[in-house]
């Protein structure tokens, strides 16, 4: 049961990230999909939030998934409470990972899109001109 705890975040993580990265929602919906404010502003922005979703939630959960496989691997040789324990700090690190890469993912549409959901560079193109 802890082998399956462990493994559970991981590739929940990189099956979510395949299915934004290959199949993402077509339309900004308030349903289905990475939902936050400057992502649901415009089209352009919600693809480019979910392609940017969907290469670190796999790439990061492919990377967990080896790294939990090893840990799980490690369990046979340990004490019943110590496997608890390793259990629930490799959950905790899932969580604390997952929660950085989606604040990375947050800053940087901010940083490419505005609040109405245009590109911050569109800005600088028509200011040049």
């Known amino acids: 049961l ?16 395949l299915l934004f990265l290959l199949a993402p929602p077509k339309e900004a919906n308030h349903g289905i999909g990475y939902r936050f404010w400057w992502s649901m502003a415009s089209l352009d922005a919600w693809r480019y939030t979910h392609r940017l979703v969907g290469l670190v ?7 967990l998934t080896i790294i939990m496989a090893l840990i799980c691997n ?4 340990m004490e019943p ?3 608890v324990w390793c259990a629930a700090k490799c959950l905790g690190w ?11 993912v947050n800053v940087m549409v901010v940083i490419t899109f505005d609040k109405d959901g245009y590109r911050r560079s569109d800005y600088a ?3 040049e001109e």
Not at 2 to 8: D, H
Not at 57 to 63: A, D, F, I, M, T
Request: with cysteine; proline share 2%.
């Open 81 to 83: 409470m110590d496997m």
């Open 94 to 104: 899932v969580l604390a990972l997952t929660a950085i890469a989606c604040i990375a």
């Open 57 to 63: 939630w796999s790439g990061l959960g492919g990377v």
């Open 2 to 17: 802890l082998r399956l705890c462990v493994m559970a975040g991981p590739l929940l993580l990189l099956g979510f990230g």
């Open 125 to 127: 193109d028509e200011e």
């Open 74 to 77: 490690a369990f046979r040789r």
